[in-house]
């Protein structure tokens, strides 16, 4: 027996003694009968739960574990981050013929598993791959896969002195070009999801020179304007930034990582035979905006143990200067801060006018974070916008992109039709 076992014995132990002590001294009542079922059906549930073959594996290794090949790689950025890519070379029929590549990239607070916690029939990683693409997931700097530095650790603040402007500047750009270098391709086609987007639409206001090495760009939920974005966590977008200056005091730059804390969470509270995962799955529905149809109860456990993956304050915070400002630009250090970095008292403005590379929207009815008016609002400002496509369900949020029980019927159908065409 294990220590672990030994301690959950002694606790019944301890329980059922107790339980007799408290029943000898005081007549049962139905309150007390009832708290007594519901314990012991929990750990009734708690001892049959079968927690998913996924949750305790790696992106690559859930690649593998359905049948396709993975690799891992890493590129170094200009300023010493150290990013993970996870690629499939090629679907489960071989790697024959002629495949273009695909990058795709992750949301906030995620990692290169968004595109792979769901069905080889659905997620569109094995998808990609089993259409005939070269299929490439970086990850940003300081999410799970890319905790490291050529000198600094994570357990220094000036790890996490960053925000998306630094992902646009750099960590895109590096994965493109490690990318074109290593499969001898000319261009590439580009999928983001929610954060995804929004470095894509600034790294090309910054480096309009990329436009030539992507094909086409498929936008999922795509954000660069929050005028609209409700939930309760936009409520905090007014304190966001003093959070953001206490925090960094306190030595505080990292974000809600991944880890054993959230795993334990996950495993008792939102799997399928908890008796509390209906408050697990509403709680994303009050972040993503609801369509509880579609909510896929059989992969939850997997995308939460792996979501959070982390990242810096202030790429949160970005964002909640965004919703503030009500404009797509540059990370507000404050007037000293931007006279410092960008040599004028407010942040410069990202020119949308930049992105020339064909692009297509997809977006949902119902999501509460990149919504129908912002999208619109964004789709007027890019020049060229091939396609312009919202999700064919009158409720689909913003997790439903990637993790719906349907998003091949929904999404991923599209997208290979769009890029198809490109």
Not at 143 to 164: K, M
Not at 340 to 347: L, S
Request: hydrophobic fraction near 40%.
């Amino acid at each position: 027996m294990t220590g672990l076992a030994a301690m959950r014995v002694a606790a019944v132990v301890v329980v059922a003694v107790l339980a007799g002590s408290l029943a000898l001294a005081h007549p049962p009542t139905k309150k007390l009968n009832a708290l007594a079922e519901k314990i012991m059906h929990e750990r009734f549930m708690a001892e049959q739960r079968s927690t998913h073959w996924g949750v305790n594996l790696t992106t690559t290794e859930i690649i593998e574990a359905f049948g396709y090949p993975a690799e891992i790689h890493h590129v170094t950025t200009p300023d010493g981050y150290i990013l993970e890519l996870h690629r499939i070379p090629h679907g489960i029929g071989g790697s024959s013929g002629d495949r273009p590549v695909a990058l795709l990239q992750h949301c906030l607070l995620c990692s290169s598993s968004d595109y792979i916690m769901n069905t080889p029939e659905e997620a569109l990683a094995y998808v990609l791959a089993d259409a005939g693409y070269d299929v490439w997931m970086p990850n940003f700097r300081g999410n799970t896969y890319s905790r490291a530095h050529v000198e600094l650790d994570p357990e220094n603040i000036d790890f996490w002195s960053f925000s998306w402007d630094e992902m646009a500047r750099y960590d895109v750009p590096s994965s493109i070009d490690y990318i074109l270098a290593t499969t001898g391709r000319e261009d590439l086609y580009y999928v983001g999801w929610s954060m995804g987007t929004t470095v894509f639409f600034a790294m090309m206001s910054e480096r309009p020179e990329y436009n030539s090495k992507v094909r086409a760009m498929a936008g999922l939920a795509p954000v660069a304007y929050l005028d609209y974005a409700q939930g309760p966590l936009f409520a905090l977008a007014p304190i966001a930034g003093d959070l953001d200056t206490i925090m960094t005091l306190l030595g505080v730059g990292e974000l809600l990582p991944g880890g054993e804390f959230m795993d334990n969470i996950t495993v008792t509270f939102c799997d399928d035979n908890s008796t509390f995962a209906g408050v697990c799955y509403n709680f994303l529905f009050l972040i993503a905006g609801p369509d509880s149809e579609e909510l896929n109860e059989e992969f939850l456990p997997v995308i939460l143990a792996h979501t959070p993956a982390g990242s810096s304050v202030h790429t949160v915070n970005h964002y909640a200067q965004t919703v503030a400002s009500g404009l797509f630009q540059k990370y507000d250090y404050g007037k000293i801060g931007n006279m410092i970095h960008y040599d004028q008292a407010t942040p410069p403005l990202y020119n949308l006018s930049e992105v020339t590379a064909p692009v297509g929207l997809f977006w949902g009815q119902t999501d509460w974070l990149a919504t129908p008016e912002d999208v619109a609002h964004l789709a007027k400002e890019l020049p060229n916008v091939a396609l312009n496509y919202r999700i064919d369900k009158d409720q689909f949020n913003h997790l439903d992109f990637g993790w719906c029980t349907h998003t091949y019927y929904y999404v991923n159908s599209h997208v290979l039709n769009f890029l198809s065409q490109h």
